[in-house]
């Protein structure tokens, strides 16, 4: 054998996870002892090939964490967001580098989990956003195989090795709770996949939604108005949540008419020594304020000795 340096070259064709440990050994072939090996040497004994990173998490009420099955109570007012961060570092040039992420759930996942697609499709809304801001609509796409999934934009890596993407989930009241297990995939425009990640939802019946949870107005000797709203919480024992000054001042009508509506209105006559009139109170749907600024509706009610309020 020539005296000089041999080389090794050892290529990855593709990422690959981790860092890999290569060790070189020089053998004699007669007798089939090492000659030299690259033990004596670590620091050129390691191959390291950059790793793609993938890291899910979820946001819920402004708080975030990266559980593996965050919860999404439903009916819920808000929906439950979830931030897909992904890192790939390309030693050849990005300008021919495209990604797309799918979310996938198997018709054996969905039977798994206790639901049928057309379930999942009426009541899990879904909406995407590319910054995290602005989201729009994305719907499920049916798999002729029994399976659902929602397929994203695909991602331009020549912008940055970083890149995010984000969607959000709502789950409306009436859908049993249930554990679905899924799977988030990270693929090139062949089909192969870079990474991949288990997506698990639970939608818990934890949240009333608000038009099934009738608040209470009440108004005590001072002429003070309450609120006192119905608890949202189906697990809760109480049946209404603690009580909130809307305002004073409310005596100055002789009646308080309420509708049902999901939005909570009043109607209500002023007592002398205001003119007689009907005033409504449109509702806001927000506890903190209830009522948007009075509307007249007339003159003259003082000719009646008693009002009703019908359903509305």
């Known amino acids: 054998m020539t005296a000089g340096t041999t080389h090794l070259h050892i290529s990855a064709a593709y990422p690959v996870y981790g860092q890999i440990m290569v060790q070189a050994q020089l053998v004699d072939g007669a007798t089939g002892k090492d000659i030299a090996d690259s033990s004596t040497n670590r620091s050129t004994s390691d191959l390291i090939v950059n790793q793609p990173y993938f890291t899910p998490s979820w946001t819920d009420g402004g708080v975030t964490s990266y559980s593996a099955s965050p919860q999404i109570a439903t009916g819920a007012p808000h929906a439950v967001t979830e931030r897909l961060n992904i890192r790939i570092v390309w030693l050849s040039p990005a300008s021919a580098h495209t990604t797309s992420t799918q979310v996938v759930f198997t018709a054996a996942q969905i039977a798994a989990a206790g639901y049928t697609p057309e379930q999942l499709e009426n009541a899990v809304a879904v909406r995407f956003s590319a910054d995290g801001q602005n989201y729009a609509v994305k719907p499920w796409t049916p798999g002729a195989d029994g399976s659902l999934s929602i397929d994203l934009p695909p991602v331009d890596w020549r912008a940055d090795v970083t890149q995010s993407q ?37 939608p818990t019946a934890d949240v009333r939604p608000a038009e099934l949870v009738p608040s209470i107005f009440g108004r005590d000797a001072k002429g003070d108005l309450w609120l006192i709203p119905g608890a949202r919480g189906a697990r809760s024992s109480a049946y209404y949540d603690a ?70």
Do not use: M
């Open 243 to 312: 009580r909130s000054l809307v305002g004073p001042g409310w005596n100055a009508y002789t009646h308080l008419l309420g509708t049902a509506t999901s939005a909570s209105t009043a109607t209500t006559t002023s007592s002398p020594p205001a003119p007689p009139a009907s005033w409504y109170y449109e509702g806001t749907g927000n506890p903190a304020a209830p009522f948007k600024p009075r509307l007249k509706i007339s003159d003259g009610w003082q000719a009646y000795n008693t009002l009703l309020c019908p359903a509305l």
């Open 166 to 202: 984000y969607l959000s989930f709502k789950v409306a009241w009436g859908l049993p709770a249930g554990r679905l297990v899924g799977t988030i995939e990270v693929r090139d425009p062949q089909g192969w996949q870079y990474v991949g990640a288990t997506q698990t939802l639970r």
